[in-house]
């Protein structure tokens, strides 16, 4: 018998959804001009034991043509439709609707995975471990002039910094247009969520236990800026891969896939158990748990 696990395209009107695999059910949001098949490295690691439902958003990838807006609840809803109660996993503007999910649905996100994604991206007063203010306005201009040149500028700055960049660039390149290029029309609308959302006021009123994974040599999402984050959810676990930067789940897929396993496994337990797992922090997937020390900036 073929002990393989099942790969299916769900082919329904709207964004295009891969599922894969077996086990307890995660879905999967990519990061900015990317699409689904970025996550492949964690594939290989998970599918053997989790059902991974990986989602193209809305003008990428096999869901070019799909017009629904790139907006928070839009998106979730059609995504939550037509998945089950899940693990939710976003990577950088895939951690927004990850997050926005968590927040007004849990009765069908049972956890939440944050990777190199804060609910705020950009620095304001009392968030200042995060981006300039005008970063995602200027690739919005640059990509009007330049759209390859901007595309392949954004995927660099994800690798810079990773001790395997070469080949984490190498594979982002691949994947780019791998499923055809992203409408403008998308790449528009997530720059314009990157600037302007702002849900850090929707972390302590979580109910789901979370995981924020970093890397240490981030520049897009500084991992202070993930600490912050993590501080302002009541049952958080932060994990910062000390080589990694904004792509750390392709060049330290084991390092990932194992802090994803920890967090599912301990989440499943009872807290007398170990599980539940109040706010700890884990440098570079090592497996101690320390308290998360420190508090988020004051808001004033």
Not at 91 to 100: E, I, K, Q, T
Not at 118 to 144: I, K, M, S
Not at 147 to 162: C, K, M, N, P, V
């Amino acid at each position: 018998m073929d002990d393989s696990p099942l790969r299916i395209t769900d082919m329904s009107d709207g964004m295009h959804i891969e599922v894969t695999g077996c086990g307890p059910a995660i879905v999967m949001l990519h990061g900015w001009a990317l699409n689904g098949g970025v996550f492949a490295p964690l594939v290989q690691r998970l599918s053997d034991r989790y059902t991974l439902y990986l989602v193209d958003l809305p003008g990428h990838g096999l869901s070019h043509a799909d017009a629904t807006p790139l907006q928070l609840e839009a998106c979730v809803a059609q995504i939550a439709a037509r998945t089950p109660p899940a693990l939710w996993l976003g990577w950088s503007l895939g951690g927004l609707f990850a997050l926005h999910a968590a927040a007004t649905r849990p009765d069908r996100v049972q956890g939440l995975m944050m990777v190199c994604a804060t609910p705020r991206f950009v620095r304001a007063p009392d968030w200042p471990n995060a981006v300039e203010h005008d970063v995602f306005n200027q690739f919005g201009d640059e990509l009007q002039r330049n759209y390859r040149g901007t595309l392949e500028r954004f995927i660099a700055l994800d690798t810079h910094g990773s001790d395997h960049a070469r080949a984490e660039l190498r594979l982002l390149r691949e994947l780019l247009y791998a499923r055809g290029e992203p409408a403008m029309r998308a790449l528009q609308e997530g720059l314009q969520l990157l600037h302007d959302s702002d849900l850090r006021d929707l972390l302590p009123t979580l109910q789901c236990p979370s995981l924020w994974i970093g890397g240490r040599r981030d520049r897009l999402v500084p991992s202070a800026g993930m600490r912050d984050a993590a501080a302002l959810a009541s049952r958080a676990m932060q994990i910062e891969i000390a080589r990694g930067a904004h792509a750390p789940f392709i060049g330290h897929a084991d390092e990932v896939a194992q802090a994803i396993d920890r967090f599912i496994s301990s989440s499943n337990r009872h807290p007398r158990e170990g599980g539940d797992p109040a706010t700890c922090a884990v440098v570079s997937g090592q497996a101690t748990r320390n308290p998360v020390t420190g508090s988020p900036p004051s808001r004033g």
